[in-house]
């Protein structure tokens, strides 16, 4: 059984770090939009402030980098952990105090969701977040997939103006052979 931590309502500039080894895909697909079942009864997370990716997303950069530089959390504050947070398998899952929306919550997390550590953002620092990049092998952490709608409306253009041309020219072809 893990230990409750408590969230005051005043925090701010605080990441939470957890990894877990559950599966990332499939129906049971662990996203920011329903982290929150495993974080406790009760928990209401703003699912676009959460980010949850597989480690290997960041591998060249390393979590550490990641924290450093998305999220303002000073190197020397992480010195001591950088090689365990570098080492990181499984999926990553980041929860800054602006998805708890200034509410007193006490999270009770999930046996199978480890807290790995609880970081200060650098005092003063403007708010900072970096999205993971897929790596060169192609991976977009799970939940995170976004389509552009003008990309979907240019496509479906391009079809019809290619259906319409296959269906010119088989016309073509029935007139001339008919």
């Known amino acids: 059984m893990s230990n409750p931590y408590h969230v005051p309502a005043s925090e701010h500039g605080v ?62 504050d992480l010195a001591g952990t950088a090689a365990a947070l570098d080492a990181l398998t499984g999926l990553i899952v980041l929860v800054p105090s602006s998805a708890f929306r200034q509410r007193e919550i006490t999270l009770d997390p999930n046996p199978l969701l480890r807290l790995v550590g609880t970081f200060r953002e650098e005092p003063g620092a403007p708010p900072r977040r970096m999205e993971p990049t897929a790596s060169a092998e192609g991976v977009v952490p799970p939940g995170e997939r976004r389509i552009d709608p003008r ?23 029935l007139l001339l052979v008919f």
């Open 151 to 173: 990309a979907v409306r240019e496509a479906r253009r391009s079809w019809m103006i290619a259906l319409s041309a296959l269906i010119g020219a088989a016309a073509l072809v």
């Open 15 to 76: 990441v939470r770090v957890f990894t877990t080894d559950l599966e990332p895909e499939g129906e049971a697909a662990i996203t920011a939009q329903n982290i929150e079942r495993l974080m406790g009864n009760g928990v209401s997370l703003d699912p676009s402030k959460v980010q949850v990716f597989p480690a290997k997303v960041i591998e060249g950069m390393g979590l550490t980098a990641y924290l450093v530089e998305g999220y303002g959390i000073p190197e020397n």
